[in-house]
Nanobody, 124 residues
Framework: QVKLVESGGGLVQIGDSLRLSCAVF????????LGWFRQAPGKEREFVAG????????EYEESVKGRFTITRENSQNTMDLQMNNLKPEDTASYYC?????????????????WGQGTQVTVSS
């Protein structure tokens, strides 16, 4: 059974850092595209960051550029999201997703597998 499992969420203060991880199970060759999305209460899910199969192409939502960094380790079938200088508006459930190379990194509809999510809360 293929599944994506997120970890690393938590409650932090403004300006703190967190590192989210996503592990792919049941699919040794992983996914070509990997992405992070988030959803805050009462809001639609939004793209946060995406990375292609070899890590050479990354994309970020405008508000996280310069603060978040997405990386992947194909040998371990994992992806990370380093989040620095966290702000209250970063509070959300964060989901990792996997999809084919033909997909668009920032388009949630092109991803075929999703994790259950991990909560990030930035306290003011």
């Amino acid at each position: 059974q293929v599944k994506l499992v997120e970890s690393g969420g938590g409650l932090v203060q403004i300006g703190d850092s967190l590192r989210l991880s996503c592990a792919v199970f049941g699919r040794p060759w992983g996914f070509d595209n990997l992405g992070w999305f988030r959803q805050a209460p009462g809001k639609e899910r939004e793209f946060v960051a995406g990375i292609n199969w070899n890590g050479e192409t990354t994309e970020y939502e405008e508000s996280v550029k310069g603060r978040f960094t997405i990386t992947r380790e194909n040998s371990q079938n994992t992806m990370d999201l380093q989040m620095n200088n966290l702000k209250p508006e970063d509070t959300a459930s964060y989901y990792c997703a996997g999809g084919p190379a033909s997909g668009v990194l920032r388009d949630s509809k092109t991803y075929v597998m999703w994790g259950q999510g991990t909560q990030v809360t930035v306290s003011s």
